[in-house]
């Protein structure tokens, strides 16, 4: 079924601004006026808009660090994340940290990353459950990498959600590395899906760089977790393009791959989707790509005015 073409538009505009954002955020690196990490997240925008497109206004996402689409697509304005990227007061965690974790705010249904993996799906999967006690027609969302799948806490959560039928959705970006260890260094299967027969959960395979795949596969998921159908692992197949953070030039990494998949690119698998639906043409992608550079522009102008946090704050919004 084809998906209408205001979503698409949609899409790719978020699409389109996250790995705008992202090449922002690597020149502001350059410039040392980010320090320390700094995580790519191209390759993954298909995924990242995809599945949180399929989210309703009051439902509840954890996006990790490579999800910036996410952040973006449930509202968060890029003057914030290039504020939080800055470690300026106007940040997301208002400059506890300068870079993606801790990037949360409830008011955008958005729980801040927590760099220990895969720790954020165990706070979804309890979320999940609060949810189904209170018997709210909400939906929990978390994305987790390959990497992470290989944690403990991973099957504890598909085990307990699938228990329970828990209205969780887990989308896995398979994007073929965690760090420098690849897939068949950390697992013995062909596809993390099939993990999800094991705790009797349905359990799907899509292609990650295709927005429509990933959309109509979440979609369908949330609609089920929403039903009270229960939880569903959905594995999107993707590649990281970049190192694993800015300093990592992904030696390991075979060109042949990085080839293939720079060829399956999301951002051009939708654009030719829509240029062969006569929805996208070289003058209107030019025209969005200068909009967009504009509001960036904007919103860096914003971040770089935004002033440091007092250091008297720093003990406020913690817990210990
Ligand atoms: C418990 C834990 N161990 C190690 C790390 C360091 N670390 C951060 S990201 C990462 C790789 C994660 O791989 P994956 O889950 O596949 O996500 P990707 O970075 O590929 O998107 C590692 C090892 C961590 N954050 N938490
Ligand atoms: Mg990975």
């Known amino acids: 079924m084809e998906l209408p073409p205001e979503l698409l538009h949609q899409a790719h505009y978020w699409m389109r601004l996250a790995r705008a954002l992202d ?3 690597t020149f502001l690196h350059k410039q040392s006026k980010i320090v320390g990490g700094y995580f790519s997240q191209i390759g993954h925008e298909a995924v990242s808009v995809g599945a949180a497109l399929a989210l309703g206004p009051n439902d509840v996402a954890a996006p990790m660090h490579r999800d910036l689409g996410a952040y973006l697509a ?13 470690g300026r007061v106007d940040g997301v965690s208002r400059g506890r940290d300068a870079n993606m974790h801790g990037m949360g705010d409830l008011n955008y249904g958005i729980v801040g990353f927590i760099s220990h993996l895969p720790a954020s799906i165990g706070v979804m999967c309890g979320m999940a459950h609060a949810i189904a006690l209170k018997g709210e027609p909400r939906v929990a969302l978390a994305f987790f990498g390959d990497g ?3 944690q403990g806490l991973s099957h504890e959560v598909m085990n307990w959600a699938s228990v329970f039928q828990l209205p969780l959705v887990l989308i896995c970006e398979n994007n073929q590395y965690a760090y420098s260890t690849p897939l068949d260094r950390q697992m ?7 993990r999800a027969a094991g ?6 395979i899509v292609e990650g760089n295709n927005f429509c795949a990933v959309h109509t596969a979440t979609v369908e998921a949330v609609a089920r977790a929403r039903s009270g159908g229960g939880p569903t692992l959905i594995e999107c197949k993707t590649m990281r393009m970049r190192g694993h953070a800015i300093h990592d030039n992904m030696a390991y990494v075979p060109k042949e791959l990085l080839g293939a998949w720079e060829r399956r ?4 698998h939708l654009e030719d989707h829509m240029r062969d639906r006569g929805l996208l043409d070289d003058s209107k992608l ?6 967009i550079e504009q509001e960036l522009d904007e919103a860096q102008a914003f971040a ?3 002033p440091y946090p007092e250091a008297g704050t720093v003990i406020e919004g913690v817990f210990a």
């Open 23 to 25: 090449d922002r955020g």
């Open 74 to 86: 449930r509202g968060i304005h890029p003057r914030r994340i290039l504020s939080q990227y800055l």
């Open 148 to 150: 992470s799948s290989s």
């Open 188 to 194: 013995h299967i062909e596809h993390i899906a099939d």
């Open 199 to 204: 705790y009797a959960m349905p359990g799907v």
């Open 265 to 268: 690119d999301p951002i051009r």
């Open 286 to 291: 030019a025209e969005l790509l200068a909009r």
């Open 304 to 306: 770089e005015n935004s």
